[in-house]
Every structure is written in C-alpha cells, then in structure tokens.
C-alpha cells in the first residue's frame, strides 16, 4: 500500500491550460513538501507547507495543504512548456522521520 | 560544496560485482538520505544517517546492501555481488538536520547491471 497516492499519474496539456494535480493519504503529515523532477536530474525541492489549510504560491503554482494534513493539491495557472517534468510530493510523518514519496506525476505541457 | 556531489553519474557492472556509489552532501548538513528510483516508480527509501549514525536503515533490500558514512561529510553505498534487479538510478540527498527541512538531492547514480 502506498502511504501517498498522487493523481493523476500522467497528464499532457496544451499551454496556457490550467490544472490540478492531487496527493492523498490516510495518515497525517508533520509536513509536506513538493518536488520537481527533470530527466536525468535529482528532485528540486518547490515548496515545504507545514499547518493544515495552508496555501503558498511560487509565481503560477499554487499549493495548498489540507485542513487535516492529510492531502495537498497543486495548481498550475496557464501552463508552460517549462513546467514539464515530474512532480512528486513527500511527507514527514514525525519530528526526525525520513521523508516518504508518491510515485509522482508525470506532466507534459505542449507548446 | 555548493550542492550535493554524487559519483559515478553511470556505473555499468557486471552481474555478481561488487559496486560502491559515493555522495558529497552540502558542507554543514547533518542528516544524508539515500533512494533508489526506478523506472516508473517513486524514490525508494534505502537509509539515512544523522551524522555518522544511521538511525533507520530500513529500507536496505537486502543484506548485500550497506552503507556509512564517515566525518560526518561523505557518504558511500555498497552493494556486493550485484544483481538485475539493483539496476535502478540511486539518488542521494542531505538536509541541514532531520525534521521537517526540505532536502537537496544530488543528479543520482544510473546503475545497470548486465
């Protein structure tokens, strides 16, 4: 059982659409962060959101964390080519646990 | 340094050899994270180490897999007589402490085992 379902897995758009993408467990989260992958690279780290209800924005992303820490959407306002890659989001469970990852979502926005 | 080092960035081995994969984390970071990432699949945790200790080392597959980590800096991972199912791309990450800090992740290790 995967402790962090993402959703959808795959996604191909055309630019300027909007979308939401989705990360979903049954346990609570001291934290939550978002990652953005590219080919052949490590993760880079987007945003950390930390207290229920949160919502933070990073120029056309949009994240928001779920009043019961246990979910957290992302929202991307009139996609670019540039937001292509893999976003995965990760959860701390406690103070000193290691992070746990979604299998991810893979995104293709086409110019 | 300026981000995490991680070498060889490919690693081509034969089946049954033995491998070592190195990660340079951020200078000062205390807590270093090992995952392997597979294709089509999220990163899979191996181990961490909070300084030199590793607190939780669950994640290893199995006993052909180690790991230290030595001055609290570098970081190497070990996996003796290899098989298919190692092949996978092994990412390492340090954090300035555990908790609840974001990671910073090195451009992985792809490892094929033939």
């Known amino acids: 059982t995967q402790l962090l379902e993402q959703s959808p897995q795959f996604l191909s758009i055309q630019e300027g659409e909007n979308l939401t993408v989705y990360c979903n467990s049954s346990?609570?989260?001291?934290?939550l962060q978002w990652y953005r992958q590219e080919p052949g690279e490590g993760p880079v780290l987007l945003v950390t959101?930390?207290?229920?209800?949160e919502v933070k924005k990073l120029k056309r992303l949009t994240f928001q964390f779920g009043d019961a820490r246990k979910d957290s959407s992302l929202h991307i306002t009139a996609a670019q080519p540039g937001d292509t890659g893999l976003y995965l989001c990760a959860g701390h469970t406690g103070a000193n646990s290691k992070l746990t990852f979604g299998k991810g979502i893979t995104l293709s926005v086409r110019p | 340094g300026a981000g995490v080092s991680q070498s060889p960035s490919n690693k081509v081995t034969e089946k049954g050899k033995d491998v070592e994969l190195r990660c340079d984390p951020i200078s000062g970071h205390t807590a270093l994270y090992w995952y392997r990432q597979s294709l089509g699949q999220g990163l899979e945790f191996l181990i961490y180490?909070?300084?030199?200790?590793?607190?939780?080392k669950s994640g290893l597959p199995s006993d052909r897999f180690s790991a230290e980590r030595t001055g609290g800096s570098v970081s190497t991972l070990t996996i003796q007589r290899t098989q298919q199912e190692d092949s996978a791309v092994y990412l390492c990450?340090?954090?300035?402490?555990?908790?609840?800090?974001?990671?910073?992740f090195g451009s992985g290790t792809r490892l094929t085992v033939v």
């Open positions: 346990s609570v989260f001291s934290s």
């Open positions: 990450a340090s954090s300035p402490s555990t908790g609840n800090y974001g990671y910073t």
């Open positions: 180490f909070q300084g030199n200790s590793a607190p939780d």
């Open positions: 959101v930390v207290t229920g209800g």
